[in-house]
Each structure stands twice: as C-alpha cells, then as structure tokens.
C-alpha cells in the first residue's frame, strides 16, 4: 500500500513540474521578442534601507520590464487598492497580499537607478485563473499576456539611457549572493 501512495505521489510531483515547465515555456515565448537582456531573482536596494526581490528585469527597447509570476489558478478577485484578493478554486475561497503592491515597490526602488527610462511592471498569474470581476491594471494571465504588452511596444525606443541604467543596476543587484552582472542572459 505504501508503495502505491509513493508512486502516486512521485506521478503528481512530476505532472505538476511538467506543467510549471509549459507554463514557464509559454511565458518565454511571449517574452523573447521584447527580451534585449534578462535577470532573474535579482536583489535591489529598495531605497529605504531595505532590499527588494524582483523575479524577472527584462531590458527592452522600450525601457525595462519588471514581471512578478504567481502560479495561482481559479476566479481571482482583487484591486490595487485592497490589501487582500481571493482565489476562489473548487468552492472553496483563499486570501493572499495584493501582488501590485510588491511590483510596483519594485518600480519604485528601480526609479532612482534608472532616471528617465520607462519602467513597465506586469503580475502574471501563469496558472488557469480569469478575472470575473475585472482584472486590474499591471495584471495579465499567461493568455492575455502578449495583448496587454502591446502598450509598452508602442512607447517610443530608449535604447541608450535603457542600457545604461541597465548597466548600472547590474552593478548594484544581487542574485543568489552574487553580482548580477556575471548572470545576464542575453
């Protein structure tokens, strides 16, 4: 019997690595033409003494991107004005913080090290979830994605003050305890 349940378990784990693995696919597929350079779990003063955690800094022509994913599926319901949205998923109702609120601190730490580049933030829930209520703004699912990048490609190109502020915070982030500088993927 225990041999059953472990290889049961095994046969969960790896269809649910399998689909984070599509998932995190279809996100990169979205991502690679806008995509110059690309840091991931990049560590950035937050400019009040503190430290901000960004999942994915994307150069662009446009500026930079700042992308927070949440793996979060069913009916989401929230607003950057409420502290906690719901996940409702077979009935049954979850809180969790609101996601703009790290993304656009995010924004913010970025500001100073990046002065007069455009910076465009996105949370997007790569799970099977929809907004019945409205999704709001700087939110995407992996399916709406590429429409709502849209905006950002028609703002005007930033080439060489993008690189240079990128250049810069490369200098100063942190990945795994070590200088970003060395991770960039191209």
């Given at each position: 019997m225990a041999v059953v349940v472990l290889f049961l378990l095994l046969i969960l784990l790896l269809l649910r690595r399998r689909r984070h693995k599509v998932q995190s696919g279809q996100l990169d597929k979205?991502?690679?033409?806008?995509?110059?350079?690309?840091?991931r779990s990049v560590v950035i003063p937050d400019g009040i003494g503190g430290l901000i955690e960004i999942d994915r800094l994307i150069l662009t022509e446009r500026g930079l991107l700042v992308i927070e994913t949440y793996p979060i599926s069913g009916h989401l319901f929230g607003s950057e004005q409420i502290d906690q949205w719901t996940q409702?998923?077979?009935?049954?109702?979850?809180?969790?913080?609101?996601?703009?609120?790290?993304?656009?601190?995010?924004?913010?730490?970025?500001?100073?090290?990046?002065?007069?580049?455009?910076?465009?933030c996105r949370v997007v829930f790569t799970a099977d979830s929809d907004f019945p209520k409205g999704r709001p703004d700087d939110?995407?699912?992996?399916?709406?994605?590429?429409?709502?990048?849209?905006?950002?490609?028609?703002?005007?190109?930033?080439?060489?003050?993008?690189?240079?502020?990128?250049?810069?915070?490369?200098?100063?982030?942190?990945?795994?305890?070590?200088?970003?500088?060395?991770?960039?993927?191209?």
């Open positions: 979205v991502l690679r033409p806008l995509r110059k350079e690309e840091v409702i998923i077979e009935g049954r109702s979850f809180k969790f913080a609101n996601p703009l609120r790290h993304i656009h601190n995010a924004k913010y730490a970025l500001q100073p090290l990046a002065p007069k580049v455009p910076i465009f939110v995407s699912t992996l399916q709406s994605l590429e429409l709502d990048l849209q905006a950002m490609q028609e703002a005007p190109k930033m080439t060489a003050s993008s690189k240079l502020a990128w250049e810069r915070i490369l200098r100063i982030a942190r990945t795994n305890g070590q200088a970003a500088m060395r991770e960039v993927k191209s």
